[in-house]
């Protein structure tokens, strides 16, 4: 099709920069971590061989299973609580509001804020004695809630202080792919007598099909890997009810020392990461394509 | 304008190249050898410590230690990696509980060869031999910080109470009198998890159990031994002091257990002796502290913790350096008065008899709380016991689970902890 | 005659409660923002106290001041500055070859590749930071920023992003260079770079907010008080043994404000950058 292919060599020295560091950096490491999850290890000491029996104990192990469900919990809650945001958010920016470019910069603002900074500004937020929530609630006679020290509400509080710190970035991607929507189809549309909601379900959500696929992919992986804010908002409390698996796995390597554990875990999840990040591509991305 | 973006991004690569390498220093035999600190103390005795640290350094010309700071919760992990790789700083702190972890692998030095028996004499001998391992020292305690209790002072006024109580009736009695006649919170104990865990609850639950002539683990630390009338007595009195008597806040967690206790909200305030710095800068809190009553009438032991400093291997153990690090291990702890400020009991008995000691208020009242204080039981699993065990009694408290059930399961969880290590 | 047209009217009503019901969502989104801002004013008593005011009793900088006097405050936001920006450059420089190469050139084994970059998305870090570490420590790297930098410079999202933005680029483009005789490297630099600016600019962005905000992994491979980077210098702020919430705002607003600014100044760029992303027929 193009004279003179030379694919598979451009193709090979495109990649290899990246490959490059991506190996020493990433695959090197990782390696390593499947290898040490067949050992049992403390860091310290020489590893001791023990096979498959780390998998085997994970498999049974009540706090694994705990600990992930709580991770997906927070993974379908986010998920569709996100994606459904940013793209709310790209709809107000790009439409009609007259303010729609400040708009724009204040909702990605909390994006560029650090982990750490966001969960510890909203854990002070949701401080049950003193934080402001409560005293507005206060001021209103009502009682004071433990966000984040009642299991009913300590999951939620991390998801909404997630929401605000990260919708803004679904925002951006999902206003690129509005973007990309030629204007004559709505003004042909307009013209053939749509309203605003027909046009919106029509046009707009089938046509950013691409962009929620992506936003939708990125969003999954990266809600699976939630530690951060969780750990600094409840400290996985209260009585371990928010701990979600990263957190298990990063408290068994290097406060209980059981490195080959952790890894074995690490992988569990990694795996389980790689295989609902496959069947969503499968699944939906090849409907993009048709 | 892509072409001034990339140029305003050069230029402030270039500003931080130039600023961000730090001026390297050359030693030479002059000058004072350098040694480096990690130090796990943040905030409040971050601030003490690094004062100690300044005293040390400009009281001789000898030895000059450069202190990092790294927040409690990523100390250990930080500290391990570099001990993997030996890369880790020539002195460290490490609490005593978590000298099991390091010891057996080889990553600290002995330290019997450096320190003479007059210094060794000096130490009080419960804390210093908790350092000990198959007969060998391996760090010094620098100070001992055992579970305590605050009482506030105006409000036990308020309520005509005028003795401390001292078992587990008389506190449930004088909290219910306070409630009455203040309206106020009679014990102020953490149970809930919030930026810390609830240290406190665990801690108490140990102690009781202890006090009751008896112990969380068995002596050998192969299995829980709460699961028994002891554990059933002290997990009702805390579980009762939240639920049945209303007298404990219920969901407290640690931060907020210590502010309610600063605005004058809780009669008896339960915390480990470093609280005594903070509560005394709080303007117009008139409290008073004591060591931890036998809750169940027996003995009057205390969950306590120990700063202990020590010594990293490296993998070329410079000789000059380990002497230095012995000198300002010493020189620590024999200050420890300074130390002291932040509220933490002193490890060596010159220093508990220094006027300047003897001089801070409140210390005096619990320093003989030392004796009684009672270490982790050694055994690799205990952070995974402490850890599991603490969310277990959470749930129990804060849900009011049936108390038998309740010990049941933690003692089936404990033992499957232990099996794994 | 003068006739005030109802559609005008109406249109006018319906402009001024779009704008009153924007500022109120801009009032409620910023509020943390501002609330953080005044926490840090006040003096911790303040803060925890059995009367709450909204606004400082007296407005103090003194967190500030201590932030800036008792540590290396101004030292960690240069060396943010320098990681940030070094591992910025290095991603886009590895990144964008090879997105180029995932979005428009068939080769094989090109979907297995793109699989394993993306599964360097899944990695918990956790698991990850010993090897690296003792890594790191046989190339003599420990304490240094550059050793902060390099295990970030890898950036599989920034790959995704680019590739899915470069397949939408016409594939007759590169036919017509093609038969104009340029080789792959001239088109992926004049005609892949220049369309896909938009992209690009994202990714710049993510790549910086990225490398700035990290925090367990420069706490590990950084020693020395001086060499730390914001995100883990002004972590110390949280006590052992005890939260002051005002001094904690204060870092976290002297952390975050290098970025703030960086934004706001280059904000036109990064909002039109992405607005012209999507080629037109």
Redesign the interface.
């Known amino acids: 099709?193009?004279?003179?292919n030379?694919?598979?060599r451009?193709?090979?020295l495109?990649?290899l920069?990246?490959?490059?560091?991506?190996f020493?950096?990433?695959v090197?490491?990782?390696l390593?971590?499947l290898y040490i999850s067949f050992f049992k290890w403390n860091?310290l000491s020489s590893p001791t061989f023990i096979g498959w029996k780390n998998y085997v104990d994970l498999f049974r192990d009540a706090k694994f299973y705990s600990s992930l469900l709580h991770t997906l919990e927070f993974v379908v809650i986010t998920t569709p609580i996100l994606l459904l945001l940013g793209f709310a958010m790209a709809l107000v920016v790009t439409g009609?509001?007259?303010?729609a470019?400040?708009?724009?910069?204040?909702?990605?603002?909390?994006?560029?804020?650090?982990?750490?900074?966001v969960a510890?500004?909203?854990a002070?937020?949701m401080q049950k004695d003193?934080g402001?929530i409560n005293?507005a609630i206060?001021l209103l006679g009502g009682q004071r809630i433990g966000w984040l020290t009642d299991e009913k509400y300590a999951m939620w509080s991390v998801c909404i202080a997630t929401f605000?710190w990260t919708a803004g970035?679904n925002m951006?991607?999902f206003?690129?792919g509005i973007?990309?929507i030629?204007q004559e189809v709505y003004e042909s549309a307009e013209i053939d007598g749509a309203n605003s909601w027909q046009r919106m379900t029509h046009i707009t959500i089938p046509l950013v099909a691409?962009t929620t696929v992506?936003c939708l992919i990125?969003q999954v992986?990266a809600s699976?890997?939630v530690?951060?804010q969780v750990y600094v908002m409840t400290g996985g409390g209260p009585a371990g009810s928010t701990r979600v698996l990263?957190q298990y796995?990063?408290e068994t390597?290097?406060q209980y020392f059981r490195?080959g554990y952790?890894?074995a875990m690490?992988?569990v999840?990694?795996v389980i990461?790689?295989i609902v990040?496959?069947a969503q591509y499968a699944v939906l991305g090849k409907r993009k394509e048709a | 304008?892509?072409k001034r973006?990339v140029f305003v991004?050069v230029l402030?690569?270039t500003?931080?190249?130039l600023?961000?390498q730090?001026a390297q220093e050359t030693s030479s035999s002059d000058k004072p050898v350098e040694l480096?600190f990690?130090s796990?103390?943040?905030?409040?005795?971050?601030e003490f410590f690094d004062a100690m640290i300044k005293e040390f350094n400009e009281s001789q010309n000898e030895v000059k230690m450069?202190?990092?700071?790294?927040?409690?919760d990523?100390y250990y992990?930080?500290l391990t990696?570099?001990l993997?790789?030996k890369?880790a700083?020539d002195v460290v702190v490490c609490h005593q509980a978590n000298l099991l972890n390091y010891v057996p692998n080889g990553s600290f030095l002995a330290l019997d060869q450096y320190i003479d028996k007059t210094t060794l004499d000096d130490f009080q001998q419960e804390p210093l031999n908790a350092c000990r391992f198959d007969g060998k020292l391996y760090s010094l305690p620098l100070d001992v910080h055992p579970i305590v209790f605050y009482y506030n002072k105006d409000i036990l006024k308020e309520a005509g109470i005028t003795t401390l109580p001292s078992s587990a009736e008389d506190f449930i009695k004088d909290s219910q009198i306070i409630k009455e006649k203040t309206g106020k919170w009679g014990m102020l104990v953490d149970n809930t998890t919030g930026?810390y865990k609830a240290y406190t609850l665990t801690r108490l639950f140990f102690s009781m159990m202890k006090q009751e002539g008896g112990s969380f683990l068995t002596s050998d630390n192969k299995k829980a031994n709460f699961n028994n009338e002891k554990g059933v007595a002290a997990l009702n009195f805390l579980k009762d002091t939240v639920n049945t008597y209303k007298i404990n806040p219920d969901q407290l967690d640690y931060?907020a257990a210590?502010?309610q206790f600063?605005?004058g909200e809780g009669a008896f305030y339960f915390n480990?002796v470093?609280?005594t710095g903070?509560l005394e800068t709080?303007?117009g809190l008139n409290f008073g502290a004591a060591p931890l009553p036998a809750f169940f009438g027996k003995e009057d032991w205390a969950w306590a913790g120990s700063h202990t400093l020590a010594i990293p291997t490296q993998k070329n153990q410079d000789p000059k350096k380990v002497q230095a690090a012995v000198k300002f291990i010493e020189w620590m702890t024999a200050h420890g008065e300074l130390w002291a400020k932040a509220g933490h009991i002193p490890t060596r008995k010159s220093v508990a008899a220094k006027d300047s000691f003897k001089a801070l208020p409140y210390r005096a009242d619990y320093v003989g709380a030392a004796q009684y204080a009672m270490p982790s039981p050694s055994t690799a699993a205990w952070n995974e016991i402490y850890g599991t065990s603490s969310d277990l009694l959470e749930a129990a408290v804060t849900k009011n689970q049936d108390t038998k059930t309740a010990l049941a399961n933690m003692e089936k969880v404990v033992n499957e902890i232990i099996s794994k290590y | 005659m003068r006739k005030i047209s109802s559609y005008h009217r109406r249109k006018t009503i319906r402009?001024g409660l779009?704008?009153i019901l924007?500022?109120l969502?801009?009032l409620i989104?910023?509020f943390?923002?501002a609330?953080?801002f005044i926490?840090s004013l006040k003096l911790e008593?303040d803060?925890?106290?059995?009367s709450?005011s909204?606004w400082p009793e007296h407005p103090t900088w003194y967190n500030y001041t201590k932030a800036f006097t008792s540590t290396y405050i101004l030292?960690w936001l240069?060396?943010s500055?320098?990681v940030s920006?070094?591992t910025?450059?290095?991603t886009i420089?590895?990144?964008t070859?090879?997105a180029?190469?995932f979005a428009k050139?068939?080769?094989?084994g090109?979907n297995v590749?793109f699989?394993i970059?993306?599964?360097?998305?899944?990695?918990?870090f956790?698991?990850?930071?010993?090897?690296?570490?003792?890594?790191f420590?046989s190339y003599g790297l420990?304490?240094s920023?550059v050793a902060a930098v390099?295990?970030r410079?890898?950036f599989p999202?920034g790959?995704?992003?680019m590739k899915?933005?470069f397949q939408?680029i016409p594939d007759a483009l590169?036919?017509a260079a093609?038969?104009d005789g340029a080789n792959?490297w001239t088109i992926?630099r004049k005609i892949i770079l220049p369309l896909g600016?938009?992209s690009i600019t994202?990714v710049v962005i993510?790549s910086f907010?990225n490398a700035?905000?990290d925090?367990?992994w420069p706490?590990?491979v950084i020693?020395?008080?001086?060499?730390?980077t914001i995100?883990v210098g002004?972590?110390?702020?949280?006590?052992?043994?005890?939260?002051?919430?005002s001094l904690?705002?204060a870092g976290?607003a002297i952390?975050?404000l290098p970025?703030?600014i960086f934004?706001?100044i280059?904000?036109k760029?990064i909002?039109e950058g992405?607005?012209m992303?999507?080629i037109?027929?």
């Open positions: 099709m193009i004279p003179g030379r694919d598979t451009d193709g090979i495109f990649s920069p990246f490959l490059v560091v991506f020493f950096f990433m090197y490491p990782l390593f971590g860091i009609k509001s007259p303010m470019g400040l708009l724009e910069t204040v909702f990605f603002i909390p994006y560029i804020f650090s982990m750490t900074v510890t500004l909203w002070w937020i003193f402001i005293q206060l605000w970035f951006v991607l206003t690129a973007k990309q030629p691409p992506l990125l992986i699976f890997n530690f951060g990263i796995i990063y390597g290097f490195m952790s890894a690490s992988y999840l990694f990461m790689l990040s496959v | 304008m892509k973006i991004f402030l690569l500003i931080g190249i600023f961000a730090p480096t990690w796990l103390f943040t905030g409040g005795d971050g450069v202190n990092s700071m790294v927040k409690f990523d992990t930080k990696t570099a993997a790789a890369t700083p930026t931060d210590m502010n600063k605005l480990g470093w609280a903070t709080v303007k | 402009t779009l704008c924007d500022i969502i801009i989104w910023l943390p923002l609330w953080l926490t008593q803060v925890v106290s059995r709450f909204f030292k240069l060396n500055l320098f920006v070094l910025t450059i290095l420089l590895v990144d070859p090879i180029y190469a050139i068939r080769f094989k090109r590749l699989w970059v993306m599964a360097g998305m899944m990695v918990p956790q698991v990850l930071i010993v090897p690296l570490y003792l890594q420590n420990i304490n920023l390099l295990p410079v890898a999202i790959i995704f992003i899915q933005f939408d590169e036919e093609f038969i792959r992926f600016k938009a994202t993510l907010i700035w905000n925090f367990l706490l590990i020693n020395d008080n001086i060499k730390y995100t002004v972590a110390n702020f949280q006590g052992t043994q005890g939260t002051q919430y904690i705002m976290a952390a975050s970025q703030i934004f706001l280059f904000r760029q909002i992405i607005a992303s999507g037109k027929g």
